[in-house]
Each structure stands twice: as C-alpha cells, then as structure tokens.
C-alpha cells in the first residue's frame, strides 16, 4: 500500500564494465593540456574554454546516457604543462592506432610531477577531494586518441592495457577540439575513448574496420555527440 510517499527506482548498480569491484557512481576526470617542449610555442590560446565545453559535453552525454546514476565530475589544471622532452620522445616514430605511446611517456611524466608531492607542478587543490574512480584525460598538443584499460578486460587496437598501476588516463590530440576539421566530432572521440577508460571494448574489427554495434564504441564513434549512444 502506498503511504503517500513518492516511489523511486533504486539507483543503478554502476562499475567498471568487467569489473564490479570498482565503482562508477562518482567519477572524477582530471584533464590536463600537454605540449611537448618542441611545441610550445603552439599553444592554443583558448585552450580552456575548448576543454572546458568539451568536457560539459561529456558531462552531459554520460549522464543521460547512464540514467543519471553515475556523477562525473571534471577538474582542469589550471596552466598548459610543457613537457620535459621534444615530440618524438612522446611520440616515437610512429602515431598509429591512436599514439599510445605518447599516451604511456606522457602519463608517465605527469604521475611524477604533477600527482607527487614532491614534483614540480603538484597542486593539493587539483588532487583532491577524489571522487570513487578517477581518470586522467591529456589533451596533447600533437597526434593521438587512445586511452588505458584494465587488463583483464578486452579492449582494441587504441587502448593500452594495465594492471594496477594508478589512475588510467586518455590522451587526446588537442586538433580534435579547435581544428574546423575535426572538432565537430571531437568529443564524440574523447568519449569513446572515455568509454574505454570504463571498461567498455571497441565495437568494430580494428583490422577490417567493421561495425560490429552502432554506439559510440562502434559506428557511432563517427557521428556527432548528440547522435550518437552507449549500447
């Protein structure tokens, strides 16, 4: 019998696609802009106001697409990060499959000076508070979109896989955001690739290029955000 009180659906049991030990309920992005020492002088200068409408974009597609029942949250650092090392450093001798290669060198440069108390650009106030999973997104002023996944869950030919090694993170070309070319579709490309970062596999055959489903993961990767879903 109903005593007046309003019914409510009970919020959904979110995690890590694969993995139910690890929560999605409050997810954390921490996004950082990344130039190379080589490219600094490329620096976009509106560099914040693309992220940050980038990642309400995201904001908003995740929310209505997981049914309000995950909260994710997004901090930017406050100054572009010059890196250390010239692009082919980062970059190697080849970009394909989306750069993981810079993806590993720059996360990796990164977790020493920006996560560490003792590196040279770590910020108490950028850090925390932490939400239940956390996820670091690189807009790189260079080539790539890939992103990191946990091991044990199947990914694609974009993704590199880790055991426990911290926080996974996204790397993502920075053109994807500002270039006439390409920024009608960036965020639909940071969200697959956010996807990945929540345990979600591509849904195309890397070799063939094959649609295996219409989402984000899979044919709708190539679609704008509005027009596109999660399976």
Not at 14 to 41: E, M, Q
């Amino acid at each position: 019998m109903n005593d007046g009180a309003l019914l409510t659906r009970p919020p959904a049991d979110v995690h890590l696609a694969g993995n139910p030990a690890i929560s999605l309920r409050n997810v954390t992005a921490k996004v950082v802009y990344f130039l190379p020492a080589d490219l600094s002088t490329e620096r976009d200068p509106e560099w914040q106001e693309a992220i940050d409408g980038t990642m309400r974009a995201e904001q908003n597609f995740f929310k209505f697409q997981l049914d309000n029942a995950v909260r994710f949250n997004y901090k930017i650092y406050g100054q572009p990060i010059i890196g250390r090392e010239n692009h082919l450093y980062y970059d190697s001798t080849t970009t394909d499959r989306g750069n993981p290669h810079a993806l590993v060198y720059v996360r990796e440069e990164i977790m020493k000076r920006v996560f560490s108390p003792d590196g040279d650009l770590f910020q108490a106030d950028f850090i925390g508070p932490s939400g239940d999973y956390e996820f670091i997104v690189i807009v790189y002023g260079g080539t790539g979109a890939s992103a990191m996944i946990y091991k044990e869950d199947n990914g694609g030919d974009d993704v590199v896989r880790i055991d426990d090694d911290g926080d996974p993170a996204i790397i993502l070309s920075m053109g994807f955001l500002t270039s006439p070319l390409y920024r009608e579709f960036g965020p639909t490309v940071l969200a697959h690739e956010i996807g990945h970062a929540f345990g979600l596999p591509d849904s195309y055959d890397a070799k063939t290029g094959v649609n295996l489903e219409p989402d984000v993961m899979g044919e709708g990767r190539r679609r704008i955000l509005t027009s596109t879903y999660i399976s």
